[in-house]
């Protein structure tokens, strides 16, 4: 999912405004658009809802007042859109990406995908498809494009793999993040969980698109497909990483981090990072007992047993107390380094404990282990108050 760099609360993303310049662009393109009517329901308790469920809302109060004829429907949604973004520009900031006098763009898009979906999954979906195509131009179809994968697996796969050669960036990114089998936020293409062999071919031409954008998409993808087929993942690495341009090399790299942190011994070796540590560990954790919003200094010392150079990925784990009182691990990235024969090197690290929406702190005793190529070599603790 993109990030806008925005500091409110994501459900804002969607708002008054959005609905009323969804209402204006809309009629814009059809006179007969009941503007009125589509604002009144998309505003109906708007405020008290999140992301997902106002994208929902507008959208379903955007569907139910567009012509019956799918095409017509569509053709409508598509006229009320701004200029598509850039080609082939690296979209760095979507803040960018904005609604103006020219039309739709940006957040507001987002419920005209859905919109889309609603009206053309089982009715339409040649039609449907055709509409995010120029959408995902505007904003993503990422989320939309999931049912189309469901509902009409044939035609999309069909569809979506004849987007590969697209001269805009953002559709050629589609083809890899619409198809993603655990996309955040998406619903989940279970097919694609315990056979991800179709989407393959798609991953193999777009490795080395020239946009990083589209790379990134390919990383993820594979990434996702990693944590239920990890042996496919080092049977790529073992056949795509050799002679890898520096573009690829990164890009199979941010595909295997899943893998790393989990230390699996495949994709640590495809990374010369297989082999055991040799030598002494030391691990430190200061203040001994803090609280939520405070920062825990890591401190861990290496000293090299070894006569050769050392190729360490070292990653940390918090054990995180749970409501119940047992603790389940997070990794963390450390630091991937070279270790010369007999070298001693103290790291730091500083972990911030703040309030996130997608963990809940509770008191008691933590610990931090430390994973060097995958094996855990030190452990130590620290009290946590709440």
Known sequence: MRCFGM???????????????????????WRGFDAAGFT????????????????????????????????????????????????????EDWGALRTSDAGLAGWAVWPLTEAVALRTVHSAPERGL????????????????????????????ATVGGWRQHPSAHVRRLVSEGSRPRLPWGLRLQALVADPSPTLPWLRALQDDPSAYVRRSVANHLNDIAMDHPALLADWLATHLPGASTERRALLKHASRGLVKAGDAAVL???????????????GLSP???AVGDTLTITLGLTSAAREPQRLAIDYAVQH??????????????????????????????????????????????????????????????????
């Open 130 to 157: 055709l509409a995010l195509q120029a959408m995902t131009q505007r904003l993503t179809a990422e989320f939309a494009i999931r049912p189309f994968f469901i509902a009409q697996p044939a035609l999309t796969f």
């Open 269 to 283: 070796a495809a990374w010369g990072l297989g082999a055991a540590y040799r030598g002494r560990v030391a691990l």
């Open 288 to 290: 001994a007992a803090l």
């Open 40 to 91: 009144d329901s998309a505003l109906q308790g708007l405020d008290t809802l999140a992301l997902k469920a106002r994208v929902q809302q507008v959208a379903q109060a955007l569907a139910a007042r567009l012509p019956d004829d799918a095409d017509r429907a569509c053709g409508i949604l598509e006229t009320s859109l701004g200029p598509p973004a850039s080609v082939d520009g690296e979209p």
């Open 321 to 386: 107390v749970k409501a119940a009182g047992h603790t389940t691990p997070k990794v963390f990235k450390g630091w991937v380094i070279d270790l010369a024969p007999g070298e001693r090197r103290t790291l730091v690290k500083r972990h911030a404990l703040k309030r996130i929406t997608t963990r809940t702190y509770h008191p008691g005793a933590h610990a931090v282990d430390v994973r060097i190529n995958g094996q855990v070599l030190a452990e130590a603790g620290f009290a946590l108050r709440v």
């Open 7 to 29: 500091a409110d609360p994501f459900k804002t993303w969607i708002d008054a405004a959005v609905v009323q310049a969804i209402a204006h662009h809309v009629q814009r393109g």
